[in-house]
């Protein structure tokens, strides 16, 4: 018996020594897996397709980026992904600041109510000391960040009527996902929040389990959340959220320099890529929505100051979990935009 084992182990131990030369060689996986909870044709999911292109371009074919969308690494659970980058479920990942948020806290900025007035307010952050005390605190979770995208700007839709004032929303069911920030902005505009997953959110529309939901002008639009009642739709751009695109620690340290400077290169051009092109697209998508008969309502100044006065508790409550000394570098970012 003895004898035995030790044949095996030695034909066990020579099968490796002829191995590993061969692993040397290969050293990249068959496939890196990409999740995001968006697929094409939405700018989220054309992102990831174009990471995955030239990364595949610049690799000469070698590095395999595959793109995973709804969530479907985590069953669709979007507030889990980070934990799944984090342990190595995922490879690597373009998230959206709310889906992280529950994991890294300092995400939650982002989602202050009407804290980013425009597109420039969004760069002045995510270009700037603040994006980069955002990424720390991405890779103080574990996790290693390599460049910004943008899901959008998130407007206002329901199944009720015009929403122009903060009474419009009283009573009213709004689905919202990621953080309980997002519970105490509505529970402070006197709605009723209810968390819920992506995948959850058109089915509950459309049962009228929920009454109203908050997204970017193209999700509403490619999702077609005109059919599910949703014919209201305020334009307040109260808060946008950027996307990161990130990698699994170990997966990142298996890579040379050179090819992680491809890499994040990669993700730097697609990231950029993909906001011009959401951006380009909001007015013909405005068009195309009102189009489909969905009544858009744009806010005055005071009008939008006035949901403004009535989310300031969300600032108290939420500023010490973001950290003080990140919302004034944010908001000095801002000012001086
Ligand atoms: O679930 C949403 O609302 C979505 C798709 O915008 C996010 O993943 C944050």
């Known amino acids: 018996e003895k004898m035995r084992n030790s044949t095996i182990l030695c034909a066990a131990a020579a099968m490796m020594l002829a191995v590993i030369p061969i692993q040397g060689l290969a050293q990249y996986k068959n496939e890196y897996t990409v999740s995001t909870v968006l697929p094409a044709p939405f700018p989220w999911g054309e992102a990831a397709e174009r990471w995955a292109e030239l990364v595949d371009e610049r690799s000469n074919g070698e590095i395999n980026f595959k793109v995973y969308p709804n969530a479907e690494l985590v069953s669709g659970n979007q507030t889990r992904e980070f934990p799944a980058l984090r342990s190595g479920v995922i490879d690597f990942a373009i998230g959206s600041t709310i889906n992280w948020s529950p994991q890294v806290p300092e995400l939650n900025l ?94 509950a529309l ?25 014919t209201y739709l305020t334009r307040w751009h109260y808060m946008a959220d950027p996307l990161i695109f990130a990698a699994n620690r170990n997966i990142w340290a298996s890579f040379s320099p050179e090819d992680q400077a491809m890499i994040k290169q990669a993700a730097v051009d697609a990231g950029l890529w993909e906001i011009e092109q959401s951006r380009a697209a909001v007015p013909s998508l405005r068009g195309a929505i009102e189009e489909r008969g969905v009544t858009i309502t744009e806010l005055t100044d005071e009008q939008v100051a006035e949901f403004r006065d009535a989310t300031t508790s969300v600032y108290e409550e939420w500023t010490p979990q973001i950290g003080a000394e990140l919302v004034e570098t944010a908001r000095e970012a801002i000012a001086n935009r």
Do not use: C
């Open 110 to 203: 982002f989602s202050l109510p009407f804290l980013m007035p425009d597109y420039e307010a969004i760069d002045a952050l995510t270009g700037g000391e603040t994006g980069e005390m955002i990424f720390e605190a991405v890779r103080a979770k574990g996790v290693v960040p390599l460049a910004w995208g943008e899901n959008g700007f998130r407007e206002l839709s329901n199944s009720n009527g015009v929403i122009d004032e903060p009474s419009d929303l009283e009573g009213m069911k709004i689905r919202v996902v990621g953080s309980p920030l997002f519970e105490d902005t509505f529970n402070a505009l006197g709605a009723n929040p209810t968390q819920m997953s992506w995948a959850d959110a058109k089915p």
């Open 206 to 230: 459309s049962t009228g389990a929920v009454d109203g939901q908050e997204n970017p002008l193209s999700v509403f639009h490619i999702a077609n959340i005109h059919e599910v009642g949703q």
